[in-house]
């Protein structure tokens, strides 16, 4: 099968080409797993964390790509769930241990043995991969498979950051950053907490009009003071100065989630700015996203066909897979970038 595989760490300042277009062994699933025959997958920033070196992939050559629709080729010897030509779709939780503390509370993103699709399993920039049948998911007919891609990474990652925000109907949230996660969590919070207003953090003008077009009821830049103090401010950048000029927007008692796998080191000097009476203090809190548990994407997927949520999206051949993660790379975005196999 073709696929693009990433063989080695790279900077993207050093080299536009990070993986390798090439021919492969297709995967066969083993007794649980199924065989995907993939249609569509989303490009994820996370896939640049992979490539740089934030998040690293344990072993090489890795295939990257963890928003993957397709179509059930084949079933393992016990897989009983899906039928071969069964339309599903992949996330970034490809497994987890299922008894640990963590898998038997709900929580299995904290699980130890946690492996990531396209990081620790071969994931979705390739023709064919392999899952466990009970970490697939069924989409919902009201979605095309590139409408879907999205959903299962930026949807469902900006459900869970949107649930542990604690956002209350009224309240004011804030968006640092809008890509493909900030513009899908916008429109959750029009359906679902439609008296709150939604201010937008962002360093392009382009991103703030798209902004302003989908409901924002203001957008301004990261370091630009909102005309009101927000509730919860989700912050979906690598970098680090939003972090600290988000705090200083909050309420007291109020929220900052960060939803971010890694931060990136280059701006890092700049939370030696933080002043505790200005950023911290009156029990302002700062709490992480990470990963996804399947609770996340099963409850998303139904959230996202019952409003519906339509994201914006472009597409790329699966050979220009490269182009994708260096626009993205450069914040060349407008909603998602899906990656289609024909």
């Given at each position: 099968?073709?696929?693009?595989?990433?063989h080695?760490?790279?900077?993207?300042?050093?080299?536009?080409e990070?993986?390798?277009y090439?021919?492969?062994?297709?995967?066969?699933?083993?007794?649980?797993?199924?065989?995907?025959?993939?249609?569509?997958?989303?490009?994820?920033?996370?896939e640049?964390?992979?490539i740089?070196?934030?998040?690293p992939?344990?072993?090489f050559?890795?295939?990257?790509g963890?928003q993957?629709?397709?179509?059930?080729?084949?079933?393992g010897?016990?897989a009983?769930?899906?039928?071969?030509?069964?339309?599903?779709?992949?996330?970034?939780?490809?497994?987890a241990c299922g008894?640990c503390h963590?898998?038997l509370?709900?929580?299995?993103?904290?699980?130890?043995?946690?492996r990531?699709?396209?990081?620790d399993?071969?994931?979705?920039y390739?023709?064919?991969?392999?899952v466990p049948e009970a970490f697939?998911y069924?989409?919902?007919?009201?979605?095309s498979?590139a409408?879907?891609?999205p959903?299962?990474?930026?949807?469902?990652?900006?459900?869970r950051?949107?649930r542990?925000?604690?956002?209350?109907?009224?309240?004011?949230?804030g968006?640092?950053?809008?890509?493909a996660s900030?513009?899908?969590?916008l429109?959750?919070v029009?359906h679902?907490?439609p008296?709150?207003e939604?201010?937008?953090?962002a360093?392009?003008?382009?991103?703030?009009?798209?902004?302003?077009e989908l409901?924002?009821?203001?957008?301004?830049?990261t370091a630009?003071r909102?005309?009101?103090?927000?509730?919860?401010?989700?912050?979906?950048t690598?970098?680090?100065?939003?972090?600290?000029?988000?705090l200083?927007n909050l309420?007291?008692g109020g929220?900052?989630?960060?939803?971010?796998?890694?931060?990136?080191?280059?701006?890092?000097?700049l939370?030696?700015?933080?002043?505790?009476?200005?950023?911290?203090?009156?029990?302002?809190?700062?709490?992480s996203?990470?990963?996804?548990a399947r609770?996340?994407?099963?409850?998303f997927?139904?959230l996202?066909?019952?409003i519906p949520?339509?994201?914006e999206?472009?597409?790329?051949?699966?050979e220009?897979?490269?182009?994708?993660?260096?626009?993205l790379?450069?914040r060349?975005i407008?909603g998602?970038k899906?990656?289609?196999?024909?």
């Amino acid at each position: 099968m073709k696929a693009m595989t990433l063989h080695h760490m790279c900077s993207l300042k050093d080299t536009q080409e990070p993986l390798r277009y090439e021919e492969v062994d297709t995967p066969i699933p083993q007794a649980h797993a199924i065989l995907v025959k993939v249609s569509v997958c989303g490009v994820c920033h996370t896939e640049l964390d992979e490539i740089e070196g934030r998040t690293p992939p344990p072993h090489f050559p890795m295939i990257p790509g963890h928003q993957v629709v397709g179509q059930v080729a084949s079933c393992g010897d016990e897989a009983t769930r899906f039928q071969v030509g069964d339309r599903v779709g992949i996330a970034w939780i490809h497994s987890a241990c299922g008894t640990c503390h963590y898998c038997l509370s709900d929580q299995e993103n904290l699980c130890p043995d946690f492996r990531a699709t396209g990081r620790d399993a071969n994931g979705g920039y390739a023709e064919y991969m392999t899952v466990p049948e009970a970490f697939a998911y069924p989409i919902p007919h009201v979605f095309s498979d590139a409408e879907a891609a999205p959903l299962l990474c930026a949807g469902a990652i900006g459900y869970r950051s949107l649930r542990l925000s604690g956002l209350q109907n009224g309240q004011a949230l804030g968006l640092t950053g809008f890509g493909a996660s900030a513009h899908l969590v916008l429109k959750m919070v029009s359906h679902n907490y439609p008296d709150s207003e939604v201010f937008v953090f962002a360093r392009s003008e382009k991103e703030r009009m798209f902004a302003r077009e989908l409901g924002a009821v203001w957008s301004g830049d990261t370091a630009e003071r909102t005309p009101q103090l927000l509730h919860t401010i989700i912050d979906t950048t690598p970098a680090w100065k939003p972090v600290v000029e988000a705090l200083k927007n909050l309420v007291p008692g109020g929220r900052l989630i960060i939803n971010a796998i890694r931060k990136e080191d280059a701006d890092k000097n700049l939370l030696l700015r933080l002043d505790y009476p200005a950023h911290l203090w009156l029990e302002k809190e700062i709490k992480s996203v990470a990963n996804v548990a399947r609770r996340d994407v099963r409850e998303f997927l139904d959230l996202a066909a019952e409003i519906p949520i339509k994201p914006e999206y472009e597409t790329f051949a699966l050979e220009d897979a490269n182009t994708a993660l260096i626009e993205l790379k450069h914040r060349k975005i407008r909603g998602a970038k899906v990656l289609q196999m024909e």
